[in-house]
Structures are given as C-alpha cells and as structure tokens.
C-alpha cells in the first residue's frame, strides 16, 4: 500500500511503480510494483493506492520511495 499520495497526482490502475534515483545506492526506473486500485476520496489531503509488488518482500534489504 502506498499512502500520502497528493491529491493533485494522478494515479491509474495499471501504471507502473518505479524507483525515483533519489538513493545513491538504487537506480531511477526500476518498475517494482503494479498499481491495482487508488482511494481518491473528496476533502481528504491524500490518496492511497494499492500495489501489487513484482518482487519477494521477504528478499528486501532497501526500500526507499520518495513521491514528486
């Protein structure tokens, strides 16, 4: 799950999740998930989204995402 999305971006199930290149140490571009629905509710400062992963959550040592 991601949180704290702006309301202002736009988010389509199916879109491809990547990596931002704003670690030294994981490159820009690498697609990570898959997004399967968002949660834009009207008033709310943020919009969720689910991701379906492409990788083994148990084989993580780094995770970092940093949004726009």
Do not use: C, W
């Not at 990596?19 to 571009?29: D, V, Y």
């Amino acid at each position: 799950e991601m949180r704290y999305i702006p309301q202002t971006d736009t988010i389509v199930p199916q879109n491809n999740v990547m990596t931002s290149g704003n670690t030294p140490l994981i490159p820009e571009g690498l697609i990570i998930g898959i997004i399967e629905e968002n949660t834009h509710e009207p008033g709310a400062l943020f919009q969720e989204a689910m991701v379906r992963p492409l990788f083994e959550k148990s084989k993580l040592s780094i995770v970092s995402v940093i949004l726009p």
